[in-house]
Structure formats: C-alpha cells, structure tokens
C-alpha cells in the first residue's frame, strides 16, 4: 500500500504528513467504526475487509519511510571485527 493510499483511507488529505499521535488516533477512530464485531451478520465479510484495509495503512504509515529507502539513500553496514579473542591468546588487533 502507498502513503498517498494510507493517509486517505485514515481520513487525511492525499498529500499532508501526519504525525505519530494523529495516525494512532485515526487509526483507533477508523477501527472502532468498522470494527466486524459491531456489524450484523450479513455485513461482517465487508466490515472485515475494510478492518484490514485500515490496519495494513496503519502499519504503512508507522513504518514511515525508513523501512522503504529511496533511491538516494546510503545505507552503511557494521564493520565485524575478525580474529581470534584476547581471552584465547588472541593479539589486540594492533593494525585496526
């Protein structure tokens, strides 16, 4: 799901960037009006679908864009360490 999808399914402009505590509190909002426990039985496979609609654009937004990197981003590694530990002989890696 897109950003521009989540935020108009939660009830925000297409192009507006929300804050934690406003996502948080239209995603309760949006849950608690299509909740399938609240709706009849006929109604519940609609009402179901749309719940999950909501928690996938809930999940989208909180993870925000570091779980996605753009194209320009730099994404660094750590450095490990080879070789065998002081307390098994080992030197104290003088040349690193």
Do not use: T
């Amino acid at each position: 799901m897109k950003g521009d999808e989540a935020r108009k399914l939660l009830g925000f402009p297409p192009n507006c960037r929300p804050s934690a505590s406003q996502v948080r509190a239209a995603y309760k909002r949006k849950v608690w009006e299509s909740h399938p426990d609240r709706f009849p039985v006929h109604e519940k496979s609609c009402a179901e679908s749309k719940f999950k609609l909501i928690s996938e654009a809930y999940r989208c937004l909180q993870s925000g864009p570091s779980r996605d990197p753009g194209p320009g981003s730099v994404v660094y590694s750590h450095v490990v360490r080879s070789g065998v530990p002081r307390a098994y002989g080992g030197s104290k890696n003088q040349g690193l």
